[in-house]
């Protein structure tokens, strides 16, 4: 064929293309089982998913607070045997979402005194530019001994710290090639006002509300799928501060219950 009427020197060499094309496979069969077990092992939406679970129970009424269209189905396992109401800014959210929705902020609800048993919000607290007002509502909200559950990214994770110093363009940029195009309109601007230790401490004490829990959880890797070697580095680094304790302030979420009374 034409590659041998070259000369030897610029002949390919294919035993090393043979070994790129096996590591690349390598490569990829490794990303596709690490990702399952980041999706089954340290996961902050499915910690948030289980201990949900655990808090509500029939009959209950439960607020989904900035609940978007449930895309990943939070709320909706629970339509069946409580009342779910739903709150976000968001208009196009209203004829999407399965439940009672409400066009609102979580700064200023609608709703009378001690209505719900449980609040969550999953990735909201980071898009709140005024959390202690959001507090204060959630507390006015909640029945005596209700919980409020948290789950948000961690202000010292490698991603909040890039997200936070990066314009919004580059935040849909980033979408479109995570998750392809169309999914932009799912992405809103960040302020990371309430994503730290302390600040939960203090709007919880200022509110009157109390941290049952707090934890920080990994996500793994998530942002390099579809890039072979970053993957790989991201992973290691992941891993390490998954089981190493003293490095637990760089994990990437955390998932944080309050309690009322």
């Given at each position: 064929d034409a590659a041998t009427?070259?000369?030897?020197?610029?002949?390919p060499n294919t035993q090393i293309f043979k070994a790129a094309e096996y590591t690349m496979r390598r490569m990829s069969t490794r990303r596709e089982t690490l990702a399952r077990r980041w999706n089954g092992g340290a996961n902050a939406t499915l910690a948030y998913q289980?201990?949900?679970?655990?808090?509500?129970?029939?009959?209950?009424?439960?607020?989904h607070a900035g609940c978007g269209r449930d895309k990943i189905g939070v709320s909706k396992p629970f339509t069946d045997r409580c009342k779910v109401v739903g709150i976000d800014l968001d208009p196009r959210?209203?004829?999407l979402f399965h439940s009672e929705f409400h066009l609102g902020s979580i700064s200023?609800?609608?709703f009378d005194d001690a209505t719900f048993d449980v609040v969550f919000s999953e990735y909201v607290m980071e898009h709140v530019a005024d959390p202690a007002a959001a507090f204060r509502e959630v507390a006015r909200v909640l029945k005596p001994g209700g919980r409020f559950l948290v789950l948000t990214p961690n202000a010292y994770s490698y991603k909040?710290?890039?997200?936070?110093?990066?314009?919004?363009?580059f935040h849909l940029a980033m979408g479109r090639?995570?998750?392809?195009?169309?999914?932009?309109?799912?992405?809103?601007?960040?302020?990371?006002?309430?994503?730290?230790a302390r600040k939960f401490r203090r709007y919880a004490a200022a509110s009157g509300l109390r941290i049952a829990s707090f934890q920080r959880i990994t996500n793994g890797p998530t942002w390099f799928v579809k890039f072979p070697v970053l993957f790989e580095v991201f992973d290691a680094f992941h891993r390490l501060i998954e089981r190493w304790s003293v490095?637990?302030?760089?994990?990437?979420a955390l998932l944080v219950e309050l309690a009322k009374g």
């Open positions: 009427t070259l000369p030897r020197c610029q002949r289980a201990r949900l679970v655990e808090l509500v129970q029939p009959g209950m009424r439960i607020l959210v209203a004829p200023s609800m609608p909040s710290i890039v997200a936070a110093l990066t314009p919004y363009r090639i995570r998750y392809g195009r169309g999914h932009e309109a799912d992405m809103y601007p960040t302020v990371y006002r309430c994503n730290t490095a637990s302030p760089l994990r990437c």
